[in-house]
């Protein structure tokens, strides 16, 4: 049966996880989305960077909750990128561009990003935070752009040049503005815990620069943030990375409220009745 489709996630190691794909099989026929769910999938389907369907025919993908026990085809491998796992699933025969994009997802997917990176907001660090974090007025536009992300690697452009595209510009302009406001409502509404955590509620449309608060607020070790998601409350954590420190594990401490993540990173959902009992267990399991 010919592979026809790929289903990627819809963040910067997905649209290369894709690209990767599309250049060794040829398919063109290309899908960014949050998650399999109400996915049309069949045997015919590659899946990257998403959790595993049964209904799909291959499947690639590297973070730790989505591992599964059984038999398919593809590779799951606990690398920093998705990106990695395809490229090194294929014996790495591809381009010199893309052996070189593969090294740049490692370090963006896995948050390797420096002070100089964040300070100067390089290339490579504004395009992935912008692919994951800016909130698009719709689905058409956020389409729009990643499949222009898609294009132009595909022409094996360089990120340097792949973000003086005028779409592209727009977004990461408007993205920059939305930071400068939730940085303001940091300022005014954050809650220091025990000289150790940031505390902060926020509104469901607006974007937290997770790597500017480190720079922002050096002594704190774990960035704890809500959010009201429909009915229920999401909760993100992530550990102040230019902390050294010994920390504890935060996807293992998320898994117990069935979400999960990395040990430097995790989140959850949590019915909001519960958020009164929850979050000050969740407090008390970093401190």
Known sequence: MKLNKI????DLDGVVSAALLSYKTGIKNIKFVHSTDHQKIDKKTIISDLEFSPKCGVWFDHHAPNKVNKKFKGSFVLEKSCARVISNYYKGEFSDYFKKLVEQLDKADSGE???QDVQQQSPLY???????YYRFKNKKLKNKFL???LEQILQE??????ITEDLTKKVISAFKKEIKKSSHYIKIRKKIIGNKIL????????IINTFGLYLQYPKIVYFVMTRNINKKIGIFI????????PSKNIGEIMKKY???GHPGIGGCRINKRDKDKIIPEIIKALT
């Open 7 to 10: 289903i990627s996630h819809y």
């Open 199 to 206: 505390y902060i509620e926020h509104p469901e449309n607006m």
């Open 238 to 245: 992530i550990k102040n990375k230019f902390i050294d420190m």
């Open 147 to 149: 499949n222009k992300l």
């Open 258 to 260: 069935n979400g999960g």
């Open 157 to 162: 452009k360089e990120i340097e040049e792949i």
């Open 113 to 115: 990003f420096t002070k």
């Open 126 to 132: 504004i395009l992935n935070m912008v692919a994951l």
